[in-house]
């Protein structure tokens, strides 16, 4: 009889420590695993979705280096209303190269939605600092057609590994910031417009 209550203690026991450390990788999940990704995205589908415009499985499934920059429409405070705050700046291998259906976007600052792979947010706003110079990022993979998973018309969807989210130090970023200044802009193609209005 003793023996039968000790196992059941023992299971009880085993229960009780399992189920906070259970809750507790579920909650750290998104920290190190692409949980968005596995629930959003179908490659496959979108590839049927956007067949006429040119995108196929191989070209959504090609990984770019980007490098990105935090310029948001109204201004950089904590309450900037512009649900596409981020730019390409920089694209290896060249978008033009990858998909030559698209736009050659050689010195054109390109506003995106941007998408970290595990939780489906953007770049935290805790990283970009308080002057422009400091919202240069390097980061690593995949563009999609504007417009996918719900985000807003008009610009491409960047969806990135979180693990390859890298600030880019002072220096580069000063590099980088001098010469963007006097290249073509997106923002002021009519056909890309997402929504966004000055408020």
């Known amino acids: 009889m003793s023996t039968g ?3 059941s203690s023992s ?3 085993t229960i009780v420590v ?5 809750a507790a990788l579920w909650y750290a999940a ?5 949980i968005w990704w596995w629930q959003n995205v179908d490659i496959e589908a979108l590839a049927r979705t956007n067949a006429e415009a040119g995108y196929t499985k191989a070209s959504l499934e090609k990984e770019f280096d980007f490098v990105v920059y935090y310029n948001p429409r109204g201004g950089r405070s904590s309450n900037s209303t512009d649900p596409c705050p981020f730019q390409i700046i920089e694209s290896k291998p ?3 190269t990858a998909y030559p259906m698209g736009v050659d976007e050689f010195e054109l600052l390109v506003r995106c939605s941007l998408v970290d792979e595990r939780d489906g947010e953007p770049i935290s706003k805790m990283w970009v600092g308080s ?10 993979g995949w563009r999609f057609p504007p417009g996918s998973f719900g985000k807003p018309p008009g610009r491409p969807v960047v969806v990135f590994k979180g693990l390859s989210f890298e600030k880019l130090d002072l220096s580069k970023a000063l590099n980088y910031w001098s010469t963007i200044k006097t ?8 056909d890309r417009f997402d929504g966004w209005s000055k408020p």
């Open 131 to 140: 002057v422009s110079e400091e919202g240069f990022f390097k980061i690593r």
């Open 5 to 7: 209550t000790n196992n």
């Open 94 to 96: 060249a978008w033009k």
């Open 30 to 34: 998104p920290w190190v695993l692409p």
């Open 183 to 190: 290249w073509e802009n997106d923002d002021e193609w009519e």
């Open 18 to 22: 399992l189920i906070p450390i259970l």
């Open 11 to 13: 299971k009880i026991a």
